[in-house]
Structure formats: structure tokens, C-alpha cells
């Protein structure tokens, strides 16, 4: 998979778990502080697939081969599960999305996400799940409609007692 000059896509591995840290560490706050027990629950998600657990996880490359954007996918939450399009629906669920904070914008992000569900089709699923913290509303929730359409529902209660959050599903 490439992107173009600057960048390239690729499967995760576990060398890029130290520079993927980083990355999740700039974006998992609360009033600017990096929020330790999420941040350790997503590199041990990240740290999983990269033994090869079976989630399909793919990382931005720079020129230099260094990580500058990881997402990645699997089985959904059972919350998510209402939210198929049909029962016999093979779901994936989207759990990681993050770029680093100066590369945004390029148009990266979306080239991630569409090979994340080319990756996610070639591994028998038929379409894709998510939804989104709040503290990501003015940084990702557009980016989501752009990409797989006006959420098809709410999910309640997910992220924190009262939390009600977009869900997105996109056909792959
Ligand atoms: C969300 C994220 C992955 C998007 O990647 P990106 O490279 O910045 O987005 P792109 O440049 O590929 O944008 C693709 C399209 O979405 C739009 N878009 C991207 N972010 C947007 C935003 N915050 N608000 C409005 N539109 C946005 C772009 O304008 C572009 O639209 P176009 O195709 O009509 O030109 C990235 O910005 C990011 O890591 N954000 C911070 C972390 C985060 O919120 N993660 C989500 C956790 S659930």
C-alpha cells in the first residue's frame, strides 16, 4: 500500500508501539493532561494486534518509515451490534484512529481510514462500526460523516454515564 511520496501505509507492528504511544498520549486528555488508565487500555489494544490477535491495524508511514497516524479495527463492542444493517451483517468495529497532531489536514487521515476498510473487507468483514468520544466532536465527528455518510443512530451511555454519541456505519 502507498500513499504518495511523503507517506506510506502499512500492518503495525510492535517496533512502532514506543512512537505510537506518543501519538495517543497527544490526543487521550482531559483539560490538556494525558489520561493514563485510557492510554494504557489503548496501547494494550494496539499492543495485542501487533502479536497478531486477528484485529486488522494499519500505521502511516514519513519517509523515514517513522509511525505518524495509526487506526485500526475488529470485533465491535456487543453495544454496536443493533447497529448492523442486517443480523447476518459481518461487523467490524473502528477502535483506533489518531494521527499526529502536525499532519492532519493532507488528506492522510482519509486515505488511512479507506485502506483500514479495503484492509477490513479482505479480512471477510462486510461493513464497519464506530463511534466517537465527545472530546473528539470538533476534531473527528465531520471527518466521520464526510467519509461513511450521516450517522445511522445514537449510542447512549458509551463513553460515560449520559454520553450520547454518534454511530457511523460504512459498508465495505
Ligand atoms: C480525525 C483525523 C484522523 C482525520 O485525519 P485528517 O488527515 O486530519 O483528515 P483529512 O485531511 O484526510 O480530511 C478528509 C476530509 O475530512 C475533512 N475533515 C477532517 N477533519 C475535519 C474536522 N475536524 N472538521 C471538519 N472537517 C474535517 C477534511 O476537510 C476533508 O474533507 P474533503 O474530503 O471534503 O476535502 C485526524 O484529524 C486526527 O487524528 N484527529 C485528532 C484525533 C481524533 O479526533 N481521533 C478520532 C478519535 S475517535
Do not use: H
Amino acid at each position: 500500500m502507498s500513499v504518495n511520496a511523503a507517506f506510506r501505509i502499512d500492518m503495525m507492528t510492535q517496533q512502532d508501539i514506543p512512537d505510537l504511544r506518543e501519538i495517543v498520549t497527544a490526543w487521550v486528555r482531559k483539560d490538556g493532561r494525558p489520561i493514563a488508565d485510557e492510554i494504557e487500555r489503548t496501547m494494550a489494544i494496539l499492543r495485542a494486534a501487533a502479536k497478531g490477535n486477528g484485529d486488522v491495524y494499519l500505521v502511516a508511514r514519513d519517509a523515514d518509515g517513522k509511525p505518524v497516524g495509526v487506526m485500526g479495527c475488529g470485533s465491535p463492542d456487543d453495544r454496536f451490534l443493533p447497529f448492523r444493517s442486517s443480523p447476518e451483517a459481518r461487523a467490524a468495529g473502528l477502535k483506533t484512529a489518531f494521527l499526529s497532531p502536525d499532519i492532519r489536514g493532507r488528506g492522510l487521515g482519509k486515505q488511512l481510514l479507506e485502506a483500514l476498510f479495503a484492509g477490513a473487507r479482505e479480512a471477510g468483514w462486510t461493513e464497519m462500526l464506530w463511534s466517537s468520544n465527545p472530546r473528539y466532536r470538533t476534531t473527528a465527528w465531520s471527518f466521520y460523516t464526510i467519509l461513511a455518510g450521516d450517522p445511522v443512530g445514537i449510542l447512549e451511555d458509551f463513553f460515560e454515564p449520559g454520553s450520547r454519541t454518534p454511530v457511523w456505519r460504512k459498508d465495505l
